[in-house]
């Protein structure tokens, strides 16, 4: 069966930088998705990887090696509106469906 | 561009109750799938459709069932409801088939039952 792995809590102050990570066993791969849902809101995706390496979209940006079967989400300069939750997501065949991690609440302080 | 919508947002039920949910993916989008989320399961997948087929399903039992039309709307049903299928049910469609990965969800519909 597919299972990803993430932290279930992180804290960290506005302006830092923090490091979510992401380890996942699946009978396939087509790529590792992260997506941002605040509380009483929907996931919106943030990012995707399919080959290994680093993407970048702005103060975000998602790491995969395909090799550790491993990714991490990276938010710099964080802001308070950041706080929510941060789930990472594994595609394992060529259509659309998603297994998605338990998720990682992610409070930013001032 | 419209978003994805869910109808109805908010749905109260008892158990032995059926029940269907509505979502309208976002115009050209042809895939739509469906999650139900709680807070002890988290995000799971329900099912996906894509031109108005079964594509893929997730781990769940013959009462929740889908179904999509030709205009890309889809339609999910659970029937004989249990406690436990107090959740909220999202819906999220994809621009295409096998390529697209960027899932756009709707705002769920929470469904309780009594």
């Known amino acids: 069966g597919q299972s990803l792995e993430q932290p279930s809590e992180v804290t960290a102050v506005e302006g830092a930088i923090v490091q979510i990570n992401c380890t996942y066993q699946?009978?396939?791969?087509?790529?590792l998705s992260w997506y941002q849902q605040h509380d009483g809101g929907a996931p919106t995706f943030l990012s995707y990887?399919?080959?290994?390496g680093l993407e970048e979209t702005g103060r975000f940006s998602s790491f995969l090696s395909r090799s550790d079967s491993y990714g991490y989400l990276l938010l710099q300069e964080l802001q308070m509106k950041d706080s929510a939750s941060y789930f990472c997501?594994?595609?394992?065949?060529?259509?659309?469906?998603?297994?998605f991690g338990g998720g990682t609440r992610l409070m930013v302080k001032p | 561009k419209a978003g994805v919508t869910q109808t109805p947002r908010y749905l109260i039920k008892t158990r032995g109750q059926q029940v269907t949910l509505s979502c309208s993916p976002i115009?050209?989008?042809?895939?739509v799938s469906w999650y139900q989320q709680t807070p002890g399961q988290g995000l799971q997948f329900l099912f996906e459709?894509?031109?108005?087929?079964?594509?893929n399903k997730g781990n769940f039992p013959g009462r929740f069932s889908g179904r999509q039309f030709s205009n890309s709307r889809s339609e999910m049903n659970v029937s004989t409801l249990e406690l436990g299928d107090s959740a909220l049910y999202l819906c999220?469609?994809?621009?295409?088939?096998?390529?697209?990965?960027?899932?756009?969800f709707g705002p769920g519909t929470r469904l309780t039952v009594l």
């Open positions: 999220a469609s994809s621009i295409s088939g096998g390529t697209g990965h960027e899932q756009f």
């Open positions: 699946t009978s396939g791969f087509y790529g």
């Open positions: 990887n399919a080959l290994d």
């Open positions: 997501a594994v595609r394992d065949n060529a259509g659309n469906m998603l297994t």
């Open positions: 115009s050209g989008h042809r895939s």
């Open positions: 459709y894509f031109s108005e087929t079964q594509r």
